[in-house]
């Protein structure tokens, strides 16, 4: 994630790809101190209108970038390796809370300083990872919002198989660098066979095996195909999309810019309600909290969109059961 009038791509893609904070201290609090907020991104540079409303949980709290708040933002522009690097810049800054986004940039963070308060989004497996000690008691100097991947995945392949009901072999794109989205293959087989589908997993980590990628999955006879998040999935989404348009196979996808590339439906954390509880994480900590006596939360509220377009296109029928429950709908 606020005003709902932020074009909702540029939250998406940021999701997957990048984290801005903007501003926090109590409204109406007065402050001669300004505060340093370390930013470490997984995604591309962005501009600052590409960014610009996603934060207005925060500036409610009172913080205001140039008057009790700056800013020092690191990106990644897609490559893993560069986040370690990145994260050790920003502790030479002596910020007073690095936020990060993803797994990825927050193991980077948590390795490169185990004293500054780091406040994380959407980091699959924090107690796995060894970045809690346990999500009701983090111990250290993590805290923030896991994701929760399982559960998520499991849902979102009941969705696909109410509008594709004859679907048993799914196509799952993966990313092996990247650990923005959560994927674990171990939990996401374990989650495929107790749904009683067979998963064909294709990791590629490069933007010209894409296409290969999906044309391999059709050469294995998949019915359907799931593409978790990535920055490199992101980044190149119409080209995934023209490429399973061509095998005329449905696409479940995990963001909005991804739905609108040409995925047949979407189900995702909710973004506005995530950013929400972030921004209380960030304002609690600058007001002396510690990440250690913080618990971490995991999100409760999901968004499910659907592309009637792309079911048109493909010759499948959206159930009205679904229609219903759609927060979203591309017509």
Not at 45 to 70: A, D, F, K, M, S
Not at 166 to 187: F, I, K, N, W
Request: glycine share 6%; aromatic share 4%; with cysteine.
């Amino acid at each position: 994630m606020l005003d709902r009038i932020v074009d909702r791509r540029c939250f998406i893609r940021g999701l997957a790809v990048i984290l801005v904070i903007e501003p926090l201290i109590a409204r109406g609090q007065t402050t001669k101190r300004t505060y340093l907020i370390g930013v470490l991104s997984p995604g591309p540079t962005l501009r600052p209108n590409e960014y610009q409303g996603v934060w207005t949980p925060l500036r409610e709290l009172g913080w205001v970038e140039g008057e009790n708040l700056r800013f020092e933002r690191r990106w990644a522009e897609g490559k893993p390796e560069r986040l370690r690097p990145l994260a050790d810049e920003l502790v030479r800054t002596h910020a007073d809370v690095i936020v990060t986004i993803g797994t990825d940039a927050t193991v980077a963070a948590r390795d490169a300083t185990a004293t500054i308060p780091i406040v994380m989004l959407s980091a699959a497996d924090p107690v796995g990872t060894g970045l809690v000690e346990s999500l009701a008691r983090p111990g250290r100097n993590v805290t923030g919002i896991s994701m929760v991947g399982p559960e998520i995945e499991a849902k979102r392949l009941a969705l696909l198989r109410e509008v594709v009901p004859s679907v048993h072999r799914v196509g799952v794109l993966v990313d092996p660098t990247t650990a923005v989205s959560g994927y674990s293959r171990r939990e996401s087989e374990a989650t495929y066979q107790r749904l009683g589908l067979e998963p064909i997993f294709v990791e590629v980590s490069a933007r010209e095996r894409l296409e290969g990628a999906v044309t391999e999955m059709a050469r294995r006879r998949v019915q359907a195909i799931v593409v978790n998040r990535s920055v490199l999935f992101s980044l190149n989404a119409q080209t995934i999309m023209d490429a399973a348009r061509a095998h005329s196979l449905p696409v479940s996808v995990e963001d909005r810019g991804m739905l609108e590339a040409g995925g047949l439906m979407s189900y995702t954390i909710d973004d506005l309600d995530q950013l929400k509880h972030f921004a209380t994480f960030v304002d609690r900590i600058l007001r002396g909290a510690k990440p250690a006596d913080l618990p971490v939360e995991q999100p409760t509220r999901f968004v499910l969109a659907v592309n009637l377009k792309t079911a048109k296109a493909l010759g499948l029928t959206i159930p009205q059961s679904v229609l219903l429950r759609a927060d979203d709908v591309i017509r």
